[in-house]
């Protein structure tokens, strides 16, 4: 941006989203607010030996039918899905890449965790038959970052190419940091979002190791997810990807593109206090919603909808009501609240994107998608988290949080659009 020139607005011109609940974003949002739960028995691995042997795996995926099947041997699947995602975005947006507009649109999609099944499978290989029999492509299918770079060899993005690392705040870092890219006037539209597939022996293994994840509803898996319920008590992975395409709104309206929603805020901090837990009076959380409604000229009365990090990890869940409290005071009881966790799982890197994602279609169709599971009230958790069933109700702005391990805090604010 030059000195002295406003910053310009960003839009959301398309969605594309992949989860446990379903291919493509109508049918994981339908899902969404008819309650469903995409929480199974997991298949993806031999579950039987480990503390937790449900998640949410994305169901009938088929990389072929997005990329080059050559292509696609030498992906991860996080790095499919990525591709998958965006080539939904893009149909959705009616945005098309050509040589005039190459230059000047980038891709910024992040992994919280990258490829993993590549690593265990090359690390069985490195150990059972020797450092020589390794894949030439083992590097290049496991770094977080080769999912933006796929989707900018695939689509013929030349501009700003960069991938975010935040662990669970990964997708709604990636969207900010796209939003600022534009805003700044260093690209005209983005490619953004995160992506996961994290279901592997040692990701269940290291995160059941850490005591995040629930391993008491293993025969209820559809029950076993339950943000800021009395009876939560760790997370269920998912997987999936979740990717919008932003533009510059001149850009948009001169092709005449079809603008759902526009983002206006962006907060982000860090905890510096411990490597896993949040900070126990919410200092990042609070600061991150407060930096991003200052940024979007807003005050708190103005949020209509927040979707919120809830996690269904005890300490995260009463944490984040604490901080919605400090921020919005006596707005907090007037505010709709949900998780859409509670019926995905946590997609770790892509959960910020898909929950930005679900604030979009909110808006789009005044309805408000549920907390299932809600069952049992916790005095801590004490505001109005659209217990069970979706409802309807307007959303002029909406609030999407977002934290992950390492004291990352990101918090995303969007509005509806108008001229």
Known sequence: MQAGMPARRVVVTGVGMITPLGIG??????????????????????????????AGEVPDFEPALYMDRKDARRADRFIQMAVAGSRMALENSGLQITEANAERTGVLIGSGIGGLSVIEEQLRILFEKGPSRVSPFMVPMMIADMASGFVSIITGAKGPNSAVITACATGANAIGDAYQIIRRGDADAMICGGSEAAITRIGIAGFVAARAMSTSHNDDPEHSSRPFDAKRD????????GTVILEDIE??????????????????????????????EGDGAIRAMKIALKNACLPPESVDYINAHGTSTPYNDRLETFAIKAVFGDHANKLAISSTKSMTGHLLGAG???????????????????????????????????????????????????????????TLILKKFSV
């Open 25 to 54: 974003a109508e049918q994981s949002w339908e899902a969404m607010l008819a309650g469903k739960c995409g929480i199974r028995r997991i298949t993806l691995i031999d579950p039987t030996d480990y503390g937790c042997k449900i």
């Open 234 to 241: 760790g997370f269920i992975m998912g997987e999936g990807v």
């Open 352 to 410: 910020g994107a898909v929950e930005a994602i679900a604030c979009i279609l909110a808006m789009r169709d005044s309805i408000l998608p549920p907390t299932i599971n809600y069952e049992f009230p916790d005095p801590d958790c004490d505001l109005d988290y659209v217990p069970n069933k979706a409802r309807p109700g307007v959303v002029n702005v909406a609030l999407s949080n977002s934290f992950g391990f390492g004291g990352h805090n990101v």
């Open 251 to 280: 850009t948009a309206q001169a092709r005449g593109a079809n603008i759902l929603a526009e983002i206006v805020g962006y907060g982000m901090t860090g905890d510096a206090f411990h490597f896993t837990q949040p900070h126990p």
